[in-house]
């Protein structure tokens, strides 16, 4: 949520900024929220007389008494009655204005990063480097779904018998493949410094209103309503959540922290050749990183965070490229995002498996997340995540680009995890 006195300061630029994303009418919503925290300051600030004055003649009132005038202070207390109904009126004036200014902040997303490009869909983003040769394939290359079935290594039927589409059955040396890259990342990421962390894979509206998912997706988390609790669609959600309503120590930063979740999402609509198998899923496993850092520090450290989500998709072995995603593309919360893609050899396209995003104050300023600056002022942090790596496309990937006459070959860096070299 965009901070008011930023939206005071900067509109025109802000306004500027959002027409990357295709608001065109980003400098209505904007004013609109400058003219209702005027309103809010304006009705505060007559609350806050008429308080003073009720507080003075309450004053008054009591000196009066001990001086024997009842008569000049039941007049006087007169008086106060007709405040207190002022205050009263004053304070749910007040109350509903906070509410209109809080739902009119709620429909504004971030403010992209002057690097963010102008776009309307996935189309526009642009490809800032690729990494490795496209894997030349035989003309009968199979995709991962029919190698999935020739080894047993994923039963998709299996799935849909227990749960329905999109839950997939993991089998055989397919589960311990799931296991092997679980551990490998996990352990990537703490060699870089990353908390290992096990959340709740269920979470409060609190905390999906902390961290942008609510109520922006709703449509797409599954929830729970006896007990008002959403399944996560990312590790993300209750790591982020640690630090809600937390003023942080500066010297602590960056705080950095890892988790591995299975992640749930109903991805409403999706049908088509590009979701068969692995390519969309109602629950997938993912490990996720997430750092808490200075606001001055922040875009050096995700640069960081892309270099080793970088680091180990070359030590996978697997051809790849980023991506900075246009305005248009570019998630609600975020100011800044990179996605990565891994090719996928036998459908002959690009696969997201990670996005990397810098979200600025935006969501600290949801969960109320702060630090106490070298003035003893608490001040806003700025929140990254990044997925390093998300499983399905990643296994979908391995499997296609590495199959041989022989079976399907696995990278020299998960042989130590997976115990062993070929799928066969």
């Known amino acids: 949520m965009?901070?008011?006195?930023?939206?005071?300061?900067?509109?025109?630029?802000?306004?500027?900024?959002l027409a990357v994303r295709g608001i065109k009418n980003a400098n209505e919503l904007l004013t609109a929220v400058v003219e209702l925290d005027e309103q809010r300051r304006h009705t505060q600030q007559e609350s806050d007389?008429?308080?003073?004055?009720?507080?003075?003649?309450?004053?008054?009132?009591?000196?009066?008494?001990?001086?024997?005038?009842?008569?000049?202070?039941?007049?006087l207390k007169a008086q106060t009655a007709d405040l207190k109904e002022q205050s009263k009126g004053?304070?749910?004036?007040?109350?509903?204005?906070?509410?209109?200014?809080?739902?009119?902040?709620?429909?504004?997303?971030?403010?992209?990063n002057p690097l963010v490009p102008a776009g309307n869909s996935d189309e526009d983003n642009e490809v800032i480097k690729e990494h490795g040769d496209i894997p030349s394939m035989d003309a009968d290359a199979k995709p991962h779904w029919d190698i999935a079935d020739q080894y047993n290594l994923i039963d998709f039927?299996?799935?849909?018998?227990?749960?329905?589409?999109?839950?997939?059955?993991?089998?055989?040396?397919?589960?311990?493949?799931?296991?092997?890259?679980?551990?490998?990342?996990?352990?990537?990421?703490?060699?870089?410094?990353?908390?290992?962390?096990?959340?709740?894979?269920?979470?409060?509206?609190?905390?999906?209103?902390?961290?942008?998912?609510?109520?922006?997706?709703?449509?797409?988390?599954?929830?729970?309503?006896?007990?008002?609790?959403?399944?996560?669609?990312?590790?993300?959600?209750?790591?982020?959540?640690?630090?809600?309503?937390?003023?942080?120590?500066?010297?602590?930063?960056?705080?950095?922290?890892?988790?591995?979740?299975?992640?749930?999402?109903?991805?409403?609509?999706?049908y088509g050749k590009d979701v068969r198998g692995l390519n969309r899923l109602h629950q997938f496993d993912?490990?996720?990183?997430?750092?808490?850092?200075?606001?001055?520090?922040?875009?050096?450290?995700?640069?960081?965070?892309?270099?080793?989500?970088?680091?180990?998709?070359?030590?996978?072995?697997?051809?790849?490229?980023?991506?900075?995603?246009?305005?248009?593309d570019l998630g609600f919360t975020s100011a800044l995002t990179y996605d990565f893609e891994v090719y996928s050899a036998a459908q002959k396209r690009w696969l997201e498996v990670s996005s990397v995003s810098n979200f600025e104050?935006?969501?600290?300023?949801?969960?109320?997340?702060?630090?106490?600056?070298?003035?003893?002022?608490?001040?806003?942090?700025?929140?990254?995540?990044?997925?390093a790596l998300a499983l399905p496309r990643i296994v979908a990937a391995l499997l296609e680009n590495n199959q041989t006459a022989n079976g399907v070959s696995i990278p020299k860096a998960l042989v130590p995890y997976t115990g062993f070299e070929l799928i066969n």
Do not use: W
Request: glycine share 8%.
């Open 49 to 75: 007389s008429v308080l003073a004055e009720s507080n003075k003649l309450a004053k008054e009132i009591g000196g009066l008494f001990k001086e024997g005038k009842a008569q000049e202070a039941n007049t």
């Open 157 to 270: 039927e299996l799935g849909v018998k227990i749960s329905g589409a999109g839950f997939p059955v993991y089998k055989g040396k397919g589960a311990r493949l799931q296991r092997a890259l679980i551990n490998y990342f996990l352990d990537k990421n703490m060699a870089a410094g990353y908390e290992e962390i096990q959340p709740p894979h269920f979470v409060n509206e609190a905390s999906g209103f902390g961290t942008g998912q609510l109520p922006d997706k709703e449509g797409q988390m599954y929830h729970m309503q006896d007990d008002n609790l959403y399944a996560i669609p990312t590790a993300e959600v209750p790591i982020t959540n640690l630090f809600r309503d937390e003023i942080v120590n500066a010297d602590d930063f960056p705080i950095k922290c890892t988790a591995y979740t299975p992640c749930f999402r109903r991805e409403a609509g999706s």
């Open 361 to 387: 104050t935006f969501q600290a300023n949801r969960l109320k997340l702060r630090y106490k600056d070298e003035n003893k002022k608490n001040q806003l942090c700025h929140t990254l995540n990044g997925s």
């Open 90 to 112: 004053l304070q749910e004036k007040l109350h509903s204005i906070e509410e209109q200014l809080k739902e009119a902040l709620l429909h504004i997303p971030n403010v992209p």
């Open 2 to 17: 965009l901070q008011v006195s930023q939206i005071r300061e900067n509109q025109a630029q802000m306004a500027e900024r």
């Open 286 to 328: 993912k490990v996720e990183i997430v750092q808490v850092q200075h606001p001055d520090k922040s875009y050096e450290t995700l640069d960081s965070m892309v270099s080793h989500v970088e680091g180990i998709l070359k030590e996978l072995e697997l051809p790849y490229r980023i991506l900075r995603l246009c305005g248009g």
